[in-house]
């Protein structure tokens, strides 16, 4: 069965820092990821994806996500936070079995001026 | 952006009232999705259908119905609405194909009084 952990509620930074958003995997066979975003009162839109391809995934917005296998991660990083990246994030796994994603519980991403 | 419509984008109303949330997309994606959200929690799928005439119910019990006539349509109604019935409800759609990801509506705000 598949699950995402996604380890962090909140996250906090300054306009200008770095982002980590952190996310691990459980997966029976090689999975599709994906990275979510939800500012307030919005759907979810699609920053980047992970489809067995390239390890190191580049999405929009300055947002890119590493596989690594070996520690069944896929971190969201960018290197320097803007005011406009403060929104919820969410890890996602999907199920190729039965066509259903499986959402992590999401990371709020508060970025201070 | 993704061509998925949800129709209202905000609804109030009082209980026992019948509503339909409508949900329509123009990509011809045979699966369609619709999912659940409390304010500032993760996502919980109610409904879905692989096509027209297909429609199973979600991980998440729910009281309200789906249907699917068409390709393009997946209206999800509610008989008898309820206060606990208020949520965010978030319509979605893919191809199914490995790698693909789902396109998400901008969602119908649901208050129930």
């Known amino acids: 069965a598949q699950s995402v952990t996604q380890l962090d509620s909140h996250v906090s930074v300054s306009e200008g820092t770095p982002v980590l958003l952190r996310c691990n995997y459980s997966s029976s066979y090689s999975p599709s990821l994906f990275w979510y975003v939800q500012h307030p009162n919005k759907g979810l839109q699609l920053l980047l994806k992970?489809?067995?391809?390239?390890?190191l995934v580049k999405g929009i917005n300055g947002f890119e996500a590493e596989f690594k296998k070996s520690e069944t991660s896929f971190h969201l990083t960018k290197p320097s936070a803007h005011m406009s990246d403060a929104a919820e994030y969410f890890c996602?796994?999907?199920?190729?079995?039965?066509?259903?994603?499986?959402f992590g519980s999401g990371t709020r991403l508060l970025v201070r001026p | 952006e993704a061509d998925i419509y949800q129709t209202p984008r905000y609804l109030v109303i009082g209980t026992g009232k019948k509503i339909t949330l409508e949900c329509s997309q123009t990509m011809g994606h045979d699966k369609m999705y619709w999912y659940q959200q409390d304010p500032g929690m993760e996502l919980h799928l109610i409904h879905y259908s692989y096509g027209v005439n297909s429609t199973e119910k979600g991980d998440l019990s729910s009281e309200s119905t789906v249907s699917r006539i068409r390709t393009e349509h997946f209206p999800l109604t509610l008989e008898s609405a309820r206060p606990s019935h208020t949520s965010q409800y978030l319509c979605?759609?893919?191809?199914?194909?490995?790698?693909?990801?789902?396109?998400f509506g901008p969602g119908t705000r649901l208050t129930v009084l």
């Open positions: 992970y489809t067995s391809a390239a390890t």
């Open positions: 979605a759609s893919t191809s199914g194909k490995v790698g693909h990801e789902q396109f």
């Open positions: 996602v796994v999907s199920d190729w079995s039965s066509y259903k994603l499986i």
